[in-house]
């Protein structure tokens, strides 16, 4: 039940994702009076729909994207002086260019889109991107910040019994009590302040445990109301130096390097923990960078993603995945049975999958290449860049750019996009990425 609700979530926060784009593309060109004839969330067979002022207002059959009709996106040919020419892409752009003026009613050419300047083209375009990009931000600054994220606290959970010498060794007859342990500290003693010093955090305090290694030390505990202060003698092991993806460093000839290090035989209880809102922007732009990276690799990823899938073997955990993936990951986030997993956790990691989707929506959508956004901004920065020259030359200003000229580009992108789309659904059903591995 639990895995449908999660699913269920997704997809309304899917549709308030696009629609919320969408929204970002026709407010600011009804404000720079472009005519906005339709508003459609989804594609296919129209499910609703209404019409307020000059706007039909809808819901599609299928929630795998949505657009806004802005009148004139392409230039007339009278606008462009544009010449006849011979040839199917000729006759595909010609098509697309009759198509757009006709959407023109008569005395409102002024309301077209592409009679704007270069400036509000390039609001009206990065409009739906940014939305996406807000959206992220908000919903990440509600689950870090307004609901936390599970991490390690000061409380005691566990006890060793014993001096280990790595985390999976088992104590033997003769290994010496752990110095937690053998101090007298207890499950649930909530480590206060060490070796004179104020404990903030788990972090603070696992560096502090490392730097006393071979040394008794003050520990003042917070244990039923009262302090209680333990004098623990810390043992000095050796560990394994780790990397920051928690990997054992190597050194030349191939052996762990080791360090020597304190222990005191404790492990953290573990809770929800509420983040300042000064870290969110870090983990924002962490989370949008790692993103971007993935748009950029999308080619070889494909590329990975097709010889998984028909030439066997495991699917990778960084794969790319389709709607149908991310799916199924917002079923498992929302159904997972694991201790110390409420309905919080739950929603936390709804809210943080949904911004990786309103991350992914903002950076698929600049590929300068049309019918995406990014294509439009293109030819918006190219007819800015010809009009600024012309100005600093003396020169007329020159016809808007003929970008119905990209329309065949626009179908053939179309056409690669529908058959990635395909792909990344026949892949999350039969390779499918799984929370659980």
Not at 31 to 50: A, D, H, I, K, N
Not at 105 to 120: I, N, Q, T, V
Request: proline share 5%; hydrophobic share 50%; with cysteine.
């Amino acid at each position: 039940m639990l895995f449908v609700v999660g699913i269920v979530v997704f997809v309304l926060g899917l549709l308030v994702s696009i629609a919320l784009h969408e929204v970002g593309h026709m407010v600011p060109a009804k404000r720079f009076g472009v005519r906005v004839s339709q508003y459609m969330v989804g594609f296919g067979p129209t499910l609703w729909s209404r019409t307020r002022g000059e706007t039909e207002y809808g819901l599609k059959a299928v929630p795998l994207g949505g657009y806004v009709r802005l009148i004139g996106m392409y230039p007339t040919a009278e606008a462009v002086d544009a010449k006849p020419r011979v040839g199917r892409l000729a006759e595909l752009v010609e098509s697309a260019r009759e198509a757009s003026a006709a959407e023109i009613r008569p005395g409102e050419d002024h309301r077209a889109f592409y009679r704007l300047s270069a400036p509000k083209k390039l609001i009206v375009m990065l409009g739906g991107p940014v939305m996406n990009l807000v959206l992220a931000f908000v919903l990440l600054a509600i689950a870090f910040s307004g609901i936390g994220i599970v991490g390690a606290t000061t409380t005691v959970g566990a006890l060793s019994e014993c001096v280990v010498l790595t985390t999976t060794t088992e104590c033997g007859p003769g290994d010496a009590a752990a110095p937690a342990k053998a101090s007298g500290m207890a499950l649930g003693d909530e480590i206060v302040t060490f070796d004179g010093q104020d404990v903030a955090g788990w972090t603070e305090l696992t560096e502090l445990i490392r730097d006393a290694g071979g040394r008794t030390v003050p520990v003042v505990v917070q244990r039923g109301g009262a302090e209680v202060t333990l004098d623990v003698p810390l043992a000095l092991v050796e560990r394994a130096v780790l990397d920051g993806a928690g990997q054992p460093v190597l050194d030349a000839a191939g052996e762990p390097v080791t360090q020597s290090t304190g222990f005191l035989g404790v492990t953290p209880t573990a809770e929800l923990q509420r983040q300042s809102l000064t870290e969110v922007p870090g983990v924002f732009a962490t989370a949008t960078w790692e993103t971007v990276k993935v748009v950029f690799t999308l080619p070889v990823k494909l590329v990975d993603l097709v010889r998984v899938t028909f030439g066997g073997g495991e699917r990778d955990a960084s794969s790319i995945i389709g709607i149908v993936g991310v799916g199924r990951i917002a079923g498992e986030a929302a159904s997972v049975q694991v201790d110390g997993v409420g309905l919080a956790e739950r929603v936390a990691a709804l809210l943080s999958l949904l911004a990786s989707l309103n991350l992914a929506l903002f950076a698929f959508n600049l590929i300068p290449l049309v019918p995406l956004d990014g294509g439009h901004v293109v030819g918006a920065l190219w007819e800015g860049a010809k009009r600024q020259l012309a100005r600093a030359r003396g020169l007329a200003t020159p016809r808007p750019a003929d970008t119905a000229r990209m329309a065949p580009l626009a179908y053939a992108v179309f056409v690669v996009l529908a058959g990635m789309g395909l792909l990344l659904i026949y892949a999350d059903l039969v390779r499918p990425v799984s929370l659980s591995g």
